[in-house]
């Protein structure tokens, strides 16, 4: 043994020791820390682009026209109930649909028809059914006062009264729609016109009038993974993505314009779709409906909720992918990484058949979008969304937020109080974004809306007119749609009343 270190005086020696341990972990921690968040930085950016197979054919949602009733009534069945589904070979998921294992038949009506709809709630637990996008009678909505208990039928029935549109619909129980959305309920509602029918569009329902109804999945060992990861201000993100419930879809065509229904169903991802060659396509309608005329773009971002249709010119014989590409959406360093901003994927492959029947031009023009000026507005209101509640007020199921008189326009002004990635959505009518930020909105943003994304700390003013019917006691929603913001609470209730009526008390639920 050395006579050195037995010589060394213990006190100085332990004192040097604790200093260097001190030094150690100043400069250890932090570079841990940093080194930690760098791992959990760059794992949070997703991307299947270039590294899909696309296997599998596009699953097309069966077409369900319903049954006419003697006295001209249209009359749908929804089933909901839970089920399995082999999205994987050899591995299942359990997952919940409408008339099937996962998602639901395309509904499809025309304008001034009764129609009705046979909700079975075969689930073994409460939910709803939204019809999003619709303009119908409080009490048929389908929102968090509409609940259907396990075992039981709702029967809504309503005139169609608006314009040819790709509506959607989904469950709305509060404080579980981002649950029950996620396990497979929602379906495509696709409205028809004259107007529309007299138009040469596309129009073959699953050849070359494609329902695009996009989501996010992550799969684990045993099914959906739907936990939320660290950082995830948005909500779930997943990691690969659904098409009609197909994972790596393709789809053949055999025609020269194909449109597309695209509907973001996903509850917290916002897409930003174009073609990996960038060609460019022609934006034909948005929510609620044809815009005036058809809008070149090669690229169109949706958040969730919205949905936009396009036409995209094919070439005999090639293949081109529709792709999502990181966003360019108004995110700080944080949301972009970690709200999806960064992620890109690839959504679907279209094939094109060796020689393809030829289709008309578009038409020149398409439609006039019925949505309001604001020129006749009587009022102007403001909502701040913020994660914490909308005006910073929770959702309250008995409190009716605001009250809106039949026949009347108003001004919606909206602003993305918090940072995070927020969109906006009003049950019951289409609106008119009149300016983003006080400029004029983008192209994309011209036609009827029911949704529309509120960018972080920017405004955006709508046009909104409530033409009824009054139902003082029975509130419609507006909220934001990333659907776990709704859970949390950004969601509010208003009520359309007659001139000089005041509101009423919303149901009490047993619930
Ligand atoms: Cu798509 Cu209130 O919902
Ligand atoms: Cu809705
Ligand atoms: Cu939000």
Redesign the pocket.
Do not use: A, I, K, V
């Given at each position: 043994m050395s006579s050195v270190s037995s010589n060394t005086p213990a006190r100085p020696r332990r004192l040097r020791r604790l200093l260097l341990s001190v030094v150690a972990l100043a400069v250890l921690v932090p570079a841990l820390l940093g080194g930690v968040f760098a791992w959990v930085y760059t794992g949070a950016a997703v991307s299947t682009v270039g590294a899909t197979d696309f296997r599998n054919q596009l699953a097309i949602p069966p077409l369900q026209e319903g049954v006419l009733g003697p006295d001209g009534r249209r009359v749908f069945e929804l089933d909901m109930r839970s089920g399995r589904k082999e999205f994987r070979p050899g591995k299942i998921t359990e997952t919940w649909g409408f008339n099937g294992d996962y998602l639901g038949p395309t509904l499809r009506a025309r304008r001034g028809e009764r129609v009705e709809v046979r909700v079975r709630n075969a689930l073994p637990e409460a939910s709803t059914v939204?019809w999003?996008g619709m303009h119908l009678p409080a009490a048929m909505d389908g929102?968090p006062h509409q609940m259907v208990d396990p075992g039981r039928t709702w029967t809504p029935q309503w005139t169609v009264d608006q314009p040819a549109a790709t509506l959607w619909y989904?469950p709305?129980p509060h404080g579980k729609t981002e649950q029950h959305v996620r396990r497979g309920l929602a379906g495509m509602f696709l409205l028809d016109d004259e107007n529309s029918a007299s138009l040469s569009l596309p129009s073959n329902y699953g050849v070359d009038d494609l329902p695009v109804i996009v989501q996010d999945v992550k799969f684990d060992g045993s099914g959906f993974d739907n936990s939320h990861k660290i950082f995830r201000n948005a909500g779930f993100l997943g990691e690969q993505i659904l098409v009609n419930g197909t994972l790596a879809p393709y789809r053949e065509v055999g025609d020269d314009l194909v449109r597309l229904r695209l509907l973001n169903a996903s509850t917290a991802r916002i897409y930003n779709f174009a073609f990996e060659d960038n060609r460019t396509f022609a934006l034909i309608g948005t929510d609620g409906g044809l815009v005036q005329r058809p809008i070149t773009l090669d690229r169109v971002q949706l958040s969730p909720?919205e949905r936009a249709e396009i036409v995209v010119r094919m070439r005999a014989g090639e293949r081109t992918v529709l792709r999502s590409n990181t966003l360019d959406a108004g995110f700080d360093f944080w949301n972009q990484r970690f709200s999806g901003g960064d992620d890109r994927f690839d959504i679907l492959e279209l094939r094109a058949a060796a020689t393809l029947r030829s289709a008309p031009e578009l038409p020149a023009t398409l439609a006039e979008p019925a949505v309001p000026d604001g020129s006749d507005a009587v009022r102007e209101r403001r909502f701040d969304l913020n994660l914490a509640g909308i005006n910073n007020v929770p959702m309250a199921m008995d409190r009716i937020d605001l009250t809106v008189t039949r026949g009347s326009t108003e001004i919606w002004v909206v602003r993305n109080a918090d940072g995070m990635p927020h969109n906006f959505?009003v049950?019951d009518v289409q609106f008119r974004v009149l300016s983003v930020n006080d400029a004029p909105p983008p192209a994309p943003l011209s036609g009827a809306k029911d949704t529309v994304f509120v960018a972080p700390n920017s405004t955006v003013r709508l046009a909104l007119r409530f033409d009824g019917p009054a139902d003082p006691d029975t509130p419609y929603?507006y909220?934001c749609?990333l659907l776990w913001h709704e859970d949390q609470g950004m969601m509010g209730q208003f009520v359309v009343v007659e001139p000089g009526q005041s509101a009423g008390t919303p149901p009490s639920h047993g619930h």
């Open positions: 939204h999003h929102g989904h709305h909720g959505h049950h929603m909220h749609h």
